[in-house]
């Protein structure tokens, strides 16, 4: 049976490291999952919590060198791409308190809920940035292979 978090190919937004981040991020929710179907009630907090925080510290690292680039573009959207990107890392830290203090925390509907987000900030938010890149001409998917961070030393300067 497939897994309702495999990963859909036609999510991929053709930048390489922004994929691969995707990919990676939806890899945590399909282990999220597994844990929460396999052991559902009987899955020790603690642990539930740990499989948020490594999906949280993904999340944090990918959205942050996804807003370097859009910032040292000049995207347009940046700042209603920060507040989505915010408003998904409120809602994982909420969730990691709930589970910490003893509340309910996760379910399959905020299981769902995450990946809903995922799948259409990706195939929605992602993509308009890619659409911007391609517009500008600044978007050469041998140029994007594997650059993730503003901080490596080429920078899509190289690419205009």
């Given at each position: 049976?497939?897994?309702?978090?495999?990963?859909?190919?036609?999510?991929?937004?053709?930048?390489?490291?922004?994929?691969?981040?995707?990919?990676?991020?939806?890899?945590?929710?399909?282990?999220?999952?597994?844990?929460?179907?396999?052991?559902?009630?009987?899955?020790?907090?603690?642990?539930?919590?740990?499989?948020?925080?490594?999906?949280?510290?993904?999340?944090?690292?990918?959205?942050?060198?996804?807003?370097?680039?859009?910032?040292?573009?000049?995207?347009?959207?940046?700042?209603?791409?920060?507040?989505?990107?915010?408003?998904?890392?409120?809602?994982?830290?909420?969730?990691?308190?709930?589970?910490?203090?003893?509340?309910?925390?996760?379910?399959?509907?905020?299981?769902?809920?995450?990946?809903?987000?995922?799948?259409?900030?990706?195939?929605?938010?992602?993509?308009?940035?890619?659409?911007?890149?391609?517009?500008?001409?600044?978007?050469?998917?041998?140029h994007m292979e594997g650059r993730q961070s503003l901080s490596e030393e080429?920078?899509?300067?190289?690419?205009?």
């Amino acid at each position: 049976m497939r897994n309702l978090f495999d990963w859909n190919e036609s999510w991929n937004i053709g930048v390489g490291w922004m994929d691969d981040a995707h990919l990676q991020l939806a890899h945590g929710l399909a282990g999220l999952f597994q844990q929460y179907t396999d052991e559902g009630a009987s899955l020790p907090p603690e642990r539930m919590a740990d499989y948020c925080d490594c999906l949280l510290e993904q999340a944090k690292v990918h959205f942050r060198d996804e807003e370097e680039w859009m910032e040292f573009l000049n995207y347009p959207g940046f700042l209603s791409h920060v507040r989505e990107h915010s408003m998904l890392l409120a809602e994982l830290k909420y969730y990691i308190k709930e589970i910490k203090s003893g509340g309910n925390g996760i379910s399959l509907e905020v299981l769902m809920a995450l990946k809903g987000w995922l799948v259409t900030h990706v195939t929605e938010s992602d993509r308009e940035f890619v659409d911007f890149l391609k517009k500008h001409g600044l978007f050469d998917s041998r140029h994007m292979e594997g650059r993730q961070s503003l901080s490596e030393e080429s920078t899509f300067a190289e690419v205009s």
